[in-house]
Nanobody, 116 residues
Framework: VQLQASGGGLVQAGGSLRLSCVAS????????MGWHRQAPGKEREMVAT???????DYADSVKGRFTISRDNAKSTVYLQMNSLKPEDTAVYYC???????????WGQGTLVTVSS
């Protein structure tokens, strides 16, 4: 499985961005997908996940602001980020977890910078 993330950039606080991650290889529709992020000097943390059945889960810090979705026909997972805060600044990574596995595949990351 290969993952290609895009959509990062520089945005002012309160603004919005939409991240996309296109997966190739494997059967996209059966995989759980997710977004994680890593800020400078911090560990990587889960931001949002979405199961093969499209059930989402969010970190408390982004609930109500971020929305994860998937388009199985396009093998793509999205992260709509609204009301961005400077503390959302991080490299965002797309992840893909195949059924009955515990180690996800990772994309290359896309940088999101939120200015105050």
């Amino acid at each position: 499985v290969q993952l290609q993330a895009s959509g990062g950039g520089l945005v002012q606080a309160g603004g919005s961005l939409r991240l996309s991650c296109v997966a190739s290889g494997g059967i996209f529709s059966v995989n759980d997908m997710g977004w994680h992020r890593q800020a400078p000097g911090k560990e990587r943390e889960m931001v949002a996940t979405i199961t093969a059945g499209s059930t989402p889960d969010y970190a408390d810090s982004v609930k109500g602001r971020f929305t994860i979705s998937r388009d199985n026909a396009k093998s793509t997972v999205y992260l709509q980020m609204n009301s961005l805060k400077p503390e959302d600044t991080a490299v965002y990574y797309c992840s893909c977890l195949l059924p009955y596995t515990i180690r996800p595949y990772w994309g290359q990351g896309t940088l999101v910078t939120v200015s105050s």
